[in-house]
C-alpha cells in the first residue's frame, strides 16, 4: 500500500527519499512522487516504477536536505502524475504526504473552493495542503493541530512548509508512522525497512500523535495537543534481511527460508520435559487462557487460512471450539462476547486495517484479545492484551511464503499450551513437539529435490485451477489458489474435496486441472474418491501426497511427495509445494514475482 519517506539532516536528501522509496517498492504502488527543499523547492512526480521517476528527476538532482517522497497506491483517483503526492497549496509551499484515506474531503473541498482554493487532483489527500493554507497564521505546528480536528479518517501525514524550512511535521491514526533518530538526521518512513539503512533507533508514533521533526530534535504532542515524552526504541532486524541474497526474487528467497524461520518461530518455546510450549507473551494471561471456553481467529487472506488450519488443530488437540472470521467482515457485527471468550487477530504486518478495527470493537466488549504478529511494535501488537511474535525478521513479498507456516507452527505451539492446560497428556505434547521441531530439515529435503519446476512449465497455460483438499489440508486449497491468482494472474478456485461434487465439477475438463492436497492422512480414502471423480471427467490432476505412497501413480497425472509427518502438521510441509509451484508459473510466464499488479503488502485500507 502507499508508502512516506521524509527526510531532513546534514546530508542530500535526494538520494535517501529515492532508497527509501525503493525499500517501500514491495509494499505496492502505482505512482511516485518526492519535494524536496534545497535552493528552491522541487517536486517531481511520475506514473509507474520508481526508475520512471528517476528519469523525471533526470539531472536535476537537487542539493536540498530536507524532502517528503511518496509511492501511491490509488484508492480517490486513477493514476496519473496529478493524482501522486506530494500534493500542495495553492502556493506550492505546503507540501503533503499522506496514506490512508480522509473520509469527509467531500465536504472539505467544497467549502474550500467556496473560499476560491484550486484543486489540482482527484484525491481526498489534496484538502490537507489546503486546509493548511486557509487556517496558516505562521506556526505550521499549530496549524496542522487544527487541520487534525477538522479531518476525519485514518492517516499518516508527513507535511513541510516553506515558510518554515527547519522542520517537518508528521502525524498519525490508523495508518503507521516510524521516525528514525540518526546522527544529525532524522528519517521518516511508513516502515522501518526504509529507515534501517541509517538508524536503528527509532519512535513508533501512537494514534493520535504528532511530531515536529528537525535534524537533530523532535517534539511529540499526544491528541490534545499536550507535549509528551516518548521511548526511542531499538530495532531489531537488521538491513540484510531486506537484500534478495543471491535469489531471483524476494519470494524464492522466503520460500528458501522457511527452515530457518520456522525454526526460529519455536526456538526457546518448546520444553519437552513437560510436553508444552513456552509462551513469553502469554505468562501473563495464562490463567485467564486456563478459563477460555471458546476462540474466535479473525484475520485476512493467507493469514485467514491460517486461522482455518488452527480451528482444526485447537479443536481436535485442545478441546475448544473455534470460529475464524474474515476481518472485513467480522468488524461489522455484533458478536457474542463473554470474558471468557479469546479472539486472537493473525496478522504478518500486524498493521491490516479490517484486522485491527475487528479486535478494537471486542476490546471494549471485554473478550482477551491475542495476536500472532510477525512485525514487532506494528499497531496490532500494541493493540493486543498479550501475544505472541513470528521472529521471522520481514516478509518483503507481496505473496505471503514464510509467514504462513510460522503462523500454522505458532498455532500448534497455541494448541499445545492450551491443550495442556486442559486434557492433552504429556505424551501427546511432546510427541506434537517433537514432529513439530522435525519440520525444519523436512522442509529442506524437500527444497532440495522436487519436481515443481517441471510440473510448473507443463501446466502454466491453464487458464483455470481448481485446489481441492480435506481437513488440515483444506484451508491449503484456498490458499494454494490464493499464491496462483496474485502472482500468477491465473483464475483459481479453492474447494473442500467433498464439496466438489455439489455443483463445481461441471466446470472440469480436459483444459481444466485440479491439484489435490491429498497426504496419506485420516481422509486420504475419501480424497481418492474425488480423484477419481475428476479423472472421470477427463481433468488432469496433480497430487501432493506422502513419500512413500505410490498408488496415486496410477490416478494421477502428476505427483509430488512431501515428508511425513503428524496430520495436523502437514500443511506446514504441504504448503511448500504450493507456494513453488505458484512461484514457478508466474516466473515462466514473465511476470514481476515481488510486485504483483494490483496488490499491497500492508493493507492499511478498508
Ligand atoms: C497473500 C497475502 C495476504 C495477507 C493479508 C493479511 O499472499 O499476503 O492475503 O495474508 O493481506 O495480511 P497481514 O497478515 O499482514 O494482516
Known amino acids: 500500500m502507499c508508502g512516506i519517506v521524509g527526510y531532513i539532516g546534514k546530508n542530500k536528501a535526494m538520494p535517501v527519499l529515492l532508497d527509501g522509496l525503493r525499500k517501500l517498492e514491495y509494499r505496492g504502488y502505482d505512482s511516485s512522487g518526492v519535494a524536496i527543499f534545497g535552493k528552491t523547492l522541487q517536486t517531481f512526480k511520475a506514473v509507474g516504477k520508481i526508475k520512471e521517476l528517476e528519469k523525471v528527476i533526470g539531472k536535476n538532482k537537487s542539493d536540498g536536505t530536507i524532502g517528503i517522497a511518496h509511492t501511491r497506491w490509488a484508492t480517490h483517483g486513477k493514476p496519473s502524475k496529478a493524482n501522486a503526492h506530494p500534493h500542495s497549496d495553492c502556493t506550492g509551499k505546503i507540501q503533503v504526504v499522506h496514506n ?11 467549502l474550500l473552493k467556496k473560499k476560491g482554493h484550486k484543486f489540482h487532483s482527484q484525491t481526498d489527500t489534496e484538502v490537507i495542503p489546503h486546509l493548511i493554507e486557509d487556517l496558516y497564521k505562521g506556526d505550521i505546528t ?32 490508523g495508518s503507521p508512522l516510524v521516525i528514525g533518530i540518526g546522527k544529525h538526521e532524522t528519517v521518516i518512513a511508513s516502515d522501518v525497512s526504509a529507515i534501517l539503512q541509517h538508524t536503528k533507533q527509532v519512535i513508533y508514533l501512537e494514534d493520535g500523535e504528532m511530531a515536529e521533526v528537525g535534524y537533530d530534535n523532535f517534539r511529540v504532542f499526544d491528541a490534545k495537543r499536550n507535549l509528551i515524552k516518548k521511548d526511542i526504541e531499538s530495532v531489531l532486524w537488521n538491513i540484510e534481511e531486506i537484500s534478495k541474497k543471491g535469489f531471483e526474487h524476494f519470494m524464492l528467497k522466503e520460500i528458501f527460508q522457511q527452515p530457518e524461520s520456522l525454526k526460529n518461530s519455536f526456538n526457546g518455546r518448546i ?3 513437560n510436553g508444552t510450549a513456552k509462551l513469553g507473551g502469554l505468562t501473563e494471561v495464562a490463567d485467564r487462557l486456563r478459563d477460555v471456553e471458546r476462540i474466535i481467529i479473525v484475520a485476512c487472506g493467507t493469514a485467514w487460512h491460517d486461522g482455518l488450519v488452527g480451528e482444526y488443530m485447537l479443536e481436535e488437540y485442545a478441546g475448544i471450539p473455534v470460529e475464524v472470521e474474515w476481518a472485513s467482515e467480522f468488524r461489522y457485527r455484533n458478536p457474542i462476547l463473554n470474558k471468557r471468550t479469546a479472539v486472537i487477530a493473525i496478522s504478518q504486518s500486524g498493521e491490516t486495517a479490517d484486522t485491527l478495527a475487528g479486535i478494537k470493537e471486542v476490546k471494549n466488549k471485554g473478550a482477551l484479545v491475542l495476536g500472532i504478529v510477525n512485525s514487532v511494535g506494528s499497531t496490532i501488537s500494541r493493540e493486543t492484551d498479550a501475544g505472541v511474535y513470528n521472529h521471522i525478521g520481514p516478509e518483503i513479498s507481496v505473496a505471503s511464503t514464510k509467514a504462513f507456516t510460522s503462523q500454522v507452527a505458532i498455532l500448534a505451539l497455541l494448541t499445545v499450551f492450551l491443550g495442556r492446560q486442559r486434557r492433552m497428556s504429556l505424551v501427546m505434547g511432546k510427541r506434537i513437539l517433537k514432529e513439530l521441531s522435525d519440520l525444519p530439515e523436512k522442509i529442506d529435503e524437500f527444497l532440495k529435490d522436487n519436481n515443481i519446476e517441471r510440473i510448473a512449465k507443463k501446466y502454466h497455460k491453464a487458464k483455470n485451477f481448481a485446489f481441492l483438499g480435506r ?22 478456485e479453492g474447494f473442500a474435496s467433498g464439496e466438489m461434487k455439489h455443483g463445481s465439477i461441471a466446470l472440469i475438463d480436459k483444459k481444466f486441472p ?14 481418492l474418491s474425488n480423484i477419481e471423480e475428476i479423472k472421470s471427467r477427463s481433468g488432469d490432476v496433480i497430487a501432493i501426497t506422502t513419500k512413500g505412497n505410490k498408488s496415486l501413480e496410477k490416478i494421477a497425472d502428476d505427483v509430488i511427495y512431501i515428508p511425513k509427518t503428524l496430520e495436523m502438521l502437514t500443511p506446514i510441509l504441504a ?25 499491497a503488502k500492508s493493507v492499511t485500507v478498508e
Open 100 to 110: 490512508g484515506i480522509i473520509e469527509n474531503h467531500a465536504e472539505l473541498r467544497e
Open 142 to 173: 499549530q496549524t496542522l493541530q487544527e487541520v487534525l480536528q477538522i479531518i476525519k479518517g485514518a492517516y499518516g501525514l508527513v507535511v513541510f512548509c516553506q515558510d518554515e524550512p527547519e522542520k517537518l511535521l508528521v502525524a498519525r491514526c
Open 471 to 492: 481437513k488440515y489440508c483444506q484451508p491449503l486449497a484456498n490458499e494454494g489458489a490464493l499464491k496462483l491468482k496474485e502472482i500468477s494472474y491465473i483464475h483459481a
Open 575 to 599: 504448503t511448500i509445494p504450493l507456494q513453488l509451484f505458484a512461484y514457478h508459473v508466474a516466473r515462466i510466464k514473465g511476470f514481476d514475482v515481488d510486485k504483483p499488479r494490483n496488490l
Open 271 to 273: 520444553s519437552f520435559e
Open 514 to 527: 485440479s491439484f489435490f492436497i491429498a497426504p496419506k492422512d485420516s481422509v486420504y480414502e475419501k480424497n
